[in-house]
C-alpha cells in the first residue's frame, strides 16, 4: 500500500529502483544479409524477418540506388 514519501526509507526507495536498470541489446547476425541486427525486430538494411521480407526496402529508390543497396544485400550473404 502506498505510503506519504516520508515513510519511505532511501534503503527501500534504492532497492525498488535497483530493477529500473537498462539491459544491455541483445544483438544477432541477420540471417539473410548477415547485418548485426536488434534480436526480434525486422532487419532495418534487407527488411527481412524470419526468412521473409516485411519491408520493400529498395521501394522508393532510385535505380542507381537500388542497385548499390541490392548489392550490399547480396554481399553479405
Ligand atoms: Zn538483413
Request: hydrophobic letters at 30%; charged letters at 35%.
Amino acid at each position: 500500500m502506498a505510503l506519504p514519501a516520508r515513510h519511505h526509507s532511501r534503503s527501500r526507495i534504492n532497492k525498488r529502483r535497483s530493477h529500473t536498470a537498462l539491459k544491455p541489446l541483445v544483438f544477432i547476425k541477420c540471417p539473410h544479409c548477415g547485418e548485426r541486427t536488434l534480436a526480434h525486430r525486422v532487419c532495418p538494411k534487407c527488411g527481412f524477418y524470419k526468412e521473409k521480407e516485411i519491408i520493400d526496402v529498395l521501394k522508393g529508390l532510385s535505380k542507381k540506388e537500388k542497385k548499390i543497396k541490392q548489392k550490399e544485400i547480396e554481399k553479405g550473404q
